[in-house]
């Protein structure tokens, strides 16, 4: 069974495309995140939901939209694709009892 | 940047040896954590080190932090070809009540058979 499942694995799209990722956790976390991993490895953190509310937000365009229809789903919306968006994105979760993450296995998103 | 750094970039060993990885960070720390990150997929969660302690052990890992030097280390001792991976610490910060972990490039790690 996977943990923290993301859909799809690899995503091409052309650029002004609008498209989302899901992502769903079954362990019961309540913590969920979005994060982007450019080409050079760097992880920058996008989103953070509890328990269904935003509690980070960092700075994104704001063609980035996370919709979180319950604690064990994050899903995130892009509009109006740009090349530089190009990256694999990961979702995770964290129990508010533990400090470890669980990711999800990536999207690779390729924007031409 | 509240960017992590991690030391060296880049690390090459022989399998049986050991591998050594440094760790910097610049922020106050409510623990610190290490993942793995083998090519193409997700990152996978090693250990984790409270602020309060200064060395922690699992297997063959062994994981020390030193506050006062904002630093940590990550040993594998008798390395195998399977943990060719990149290896990333993340610090823990309750900064501003942003708890969030903070990431650097991580230590891409090879260990030739």
């Known amino acids: 069974d996977t943990a923290v499942s993301q859909t799809p694995k690899y995503l091409v799209t052309q650029m002004g495309n609008d498209k989302s990722i899901k992502c769903e956790q079954n362990?019961?976390?309540?913590?969920m995140y979005w994060y982007k991993q450019d080409s050079k490895k760097f992880l920058k953190i996008m989103f953070s939901?509890?328990?269904?509310?935003?509690?980070i937000n960092e700075t994104v365009p704001n063609r980035f939209s996370p919709k979180s229809p319950d604690k064990a789903h994050l899903n995130l919306h892009i509009n109006s694709l740009e090349l530089g968006d190009s990256a694999v994105y990961f979702c995770?979760?964290?129990?508010?009892?533990?400090?470890?993450?669980?990711f999800g296995s990536g999207t690779r998103l390729t924007v031409v | 940047s509240q960017q992590g750094e991690e030391d060296p970039q880049a690390l090459s060993i022989q399998e049986g040896e050991n591998a050594t990885m440094n760790c910097s960070y610049k922020?106050?720390?409510?623990?610190l954590q290490w993942y793995r990150q083998n090519s193409g997929r997700g990152l996978v969660h090693l250990i984790l080190?409270?602020?309060n302690e200064r060395e922690k052990h699992s297997g063959r890992l062994r994981v020390t932090l030193d506050t006062s030097k904002k630093s940590s280390s990550l040993l594998i001792t008798a390395s195998r070809a399977a943990d060719t991976a990149s290896y990333f610490c993340?610090?823990?910060?309750?900064?501003?009540?942003?708890?969030?972990?903070?990431w650097g490039l991580g230590t891409s790690l090879a260990v030739n058979p």
């Open positions: 995770a979760s964290r129990s508010s009892r533990a400090h470890g993450y669980t």
């Open positions: 362990l019961g976390h309540d913590t």
């Open positions: 939901y509890n328990n269904k509310e935003l509690i």
């Open positions: 922020t106050s720390i409510n623990n």
């Open positions: 080190i409270r602020s």
């Open positions: 993340a610090p823990f910060t309750n900064a501003g009540n942003n708890r969030k972990l903070i």
